[in-house]
């Protein structure tokens, strides 16, 4: 019998990290975790997930072409898909507000200081220093049914990921550069970028691995009827 305790201390200590040690985790630990992961329940059992792992130069050559993208604001930054609408509004928008200032407080970084936010989102593109980088890509033809499977999917990822001793982090900000993330990668045209994560271990003295983002209380978004 699965003890509850043990799952649920996996997912209530999964957090968006975003600085990691170079300490290597091997392609069979991922193998491993994408293995278990792939339990995830799919409509019909479609399981519409592709992933793409890198690590060492592949990582490397990889970071070093989507940064050069990041850098230059000529580059057309055009998603496959929209993540949030426009404009956001309440109380969405104030939850977002909260979790980005924190982070840049931590950082030492003020508001309205566009240099220094530039180069923290930068760091997105270089798996926050994770020895593992994963892209994750669904064929376009596939409709909003797949994509709620495809969280699920995320999920067990990062929570068989927390039951090894491993940190990670979803990252949606590689999906403008999707074009140049499928010419790294020679991903399939028909495939859309969805996100990227980075897994590994927590640097535990990085300022910014201290964010705990709130939770609203189940009363907040549970109706309960007898």
Not at 19 to 38: D, G, W
Not at 155 to 180: E, K
Request: aromatic share 10%.
């Amino acid at each position: 019998m699965t003890d509850f305790k043990t799952v649920d201390a996996a997912m209530l200590s999964r957090r968006s990290l975003r600085a990691f040690l170079p300490t290597p985790v091997s392609n069979e630990e991922i193998s491993e975790i994408l293995r278990v992961a792939s339990r995830a329940p799919s409509g019909t059992n479609m399981q519409p997930w592709k992933v793409y792992v890198v690590t060492g130069k592949r990582k490397q050559q990889l970071s070093q072409a989507v940064l050069a993208a990041h850098n230059d604001p000529d580059y057309p930054r055009e998603q496959a898909y929209s993540y949030y609408p426009s404009p956001l509004f309440e109380p969405y928008i104030s939850r977002r507000r909260a979790v980005g200032w924190g982070l840049y407080s931590l950082l030492g970084i003020e508001k309205g200081d566009k240099e220094k936010m530039h180069v923290q989102h930068g760091r997105n593109y270089e798996f926050f220093d994770a020895p593992v980088g994963m892209i994750f890509t669904i064929d376009e033809r596939l409709e909003i049914g797949s994509w709620l499977d495809y969280g699920m999917f995320l999920q067990n990822i990062m929570t068989a990921a927390r039951g090894r001793g491993l940190d990670t982090c979803p990252q949606a900000a590689f999906a403008p550069f999707h074009t140049v993330i499928r010419d790294e990668l020679d991903i399939p045209e028909q495939e859309v970028v969805i996100c990227g994560m980075a897994i590994g271990h927590a640097d535990a003295g990085a300022p910014e691995n201290t964010l705990v983002s709130e939770r609203e209380p189940v009363s907040a978004f549970a109706t309960f009827y007898d």
